[in-house]
């Protein structure tokens, strides 16, 4: 059973930097891709960062473009976001999600509350 966990959220100022990460277990697919989504209170979910698992190949979303930076460790099976220069529009819960190319099948961790604020 995949099983995705994130850790690193927490409290930051305006300015700020903050690296969560997200451990994945239970699979030994080969075909996915690893994004990071993100939801504010009121606002749909929205796609913040995505990594391939086979070239590296990274994409954001235009409102973290130059301040976030996705990266993957497969030996340990984890992805990274370091979040740096936030802003109080960051404040969200973020969402891990690990999706199959071969299927399209999602899978998604607990979350982790990102609250950017002086």
């Known amino acids: 059973q995949v099983q995705l966990v994130e850790s690193g959220g927490g409290l930051v100022q305006p300015g700020g930097s903050l690296r969560l990460s997200c451990a994945a277990s239970g699979f030994i697919y080969m075909s996915y891709v690893m994004n990071w989504y993100r939801q504010a209170p009121g606002k749909e979910r929205e796609l913040v960062a995505t990594?391939?698992?086979?070239?590296?190949?990274?994409d954001y979303g235009e409102s973290v473009k130059g301040r976030f930076t996705i990266s993957r460790d497969n030996a340990k099976n984890t992805v990274y976001l370091q979040m740096n220069s936030l802003k109080p529009e960051d404040t969200a819960v973020y969402y891990c999600?690990?999706?199959?190319?071969?299927?399209?099948?999602?899978?998604w961790g607990q979350g982790t509350q990102v609250t950017v604020s002086s």
């Open positions: 999600n690990l999706r199959r190319l071969d299927t399209g099948i999602d899978y």
């Open positions: 990594i391939t698992r086979t070239n590296g190949r990274t």
